[in-house]
């Protein structure tokens, strides 16, 4: 009579290392694949068995990236055959767990399936971690024959070539997206620089080179100060947002930041502009909420929405509030008492148009740029730009982050 209790997997030396290999292949909850199931289908075949799998062995779990003969998608580490399995560089085989001390009390031998017999080939990556296995599974006690054992050994290294080959697939498909994305960025670039950049550029030329404009006279020098004034500031708004446009072409770097540090930081760099057109900026956050985000993404739409904020408001309100949702949701708000956005330019807002520039209360010009990135970024972030706005009453511009572990 047997009285051991069921042995559970133990923990290989290198599983630190063997799950970061297992993170970095991307594969873990993929979407089934052909090659796999029919690789598990010829398994099944070879072996004259009704369950086949292929497994990956997460750090509770293990779960099926292809299966023949079951319904469910991952059963607990802690019950896996494979999690023994992937110990060994050879075919792990069992062939009557009823009459093994490991298994005989295993809920996977109890109950169903009703494992009897298993064997499971591990599947090792290019770097030599053991990730998983291709196993096959009967409900009855079997033995394999030498050229089945051989087929497995095939079958199985067959599953960790798959692996690799879809991982550089993935990898080459990325890299092909950033290329079409940098020369995507690239004609935009230029095409902004042909006409945007040399738009103030001309203008002020063409009023420094006019008959009509005496350099000598202070009252024609006044008149031309404040629109070299815009124009210094169109174009420095708008270099600077191609400057971080570029930079948003390098890797994503998604980390927990405090939302309510990073929005006291940008109002702290508009108060002077709030003052000096009479506006109250209110940035009193309550909570600190950690959000998950790219920081210098948030930082400038941030930076754009408040600074819009500002342009169309004059002696109001201007206020960033951060809300908790219950889907454990971060919901950001700027919140003006502006002009307001005329509902023709808000349809077309709404339709995502490319550039839309409009002049805040005091003539600031704007290179529609903005915006523009600011939609971007936030698609990034798998979210999206909402606006309410009513003329002459004011507008809100809000987007939804997911909050840090632990909020």
Known sequence: ????????????????????????????????????????????????????????????????KSKKGVSVDSTHRDVSFCGHAIHGDDIFIIENAVADERFYDNPLVVDDPSIRFYAGMPIKSENGFNLGTLCVIDSEPKSLDETQIRALRILGGQASKLIELRDKKLRLESTNEKLQSLNELNSQITSIISHDLKGPIKSMRAYLNSKYIDANRPEDLAQLFPLVKNNLNSLDELVENLLEWSRSTNDVNFVEINIKDVVLEICSLFEGNALDKDIELKCGIGDDLKVVADLSMIRFVLRNLINNAIKFTENGLVKVDIEETDNKKAVIKVIDTGVGIPNDLLKRLKLKDKKISTKGTRNEKGTGLGLQLVREFLSIHKTDLNIESEENKGSTFSFVLPLALGH
Do not use: H
């Open 1 to 64: 009579m047997k009285t051991k209790e069921m042995q559970k997997p133990k923990i290989p030396d290198n599983e630190n290392e063997r799950l970061k290999e297992l993170r970095r292949l991307n594969i873990l909850d993929s979407e089934q694949e052909k090659d796999f199931d029919e690789l598990v289908e010829l398994a099944s075949i070879i072996c004259g068995v009704p369950i086949s799998l292929v497994t990956l062995v997460d750090a509770d779990r293990q779960w099926f």
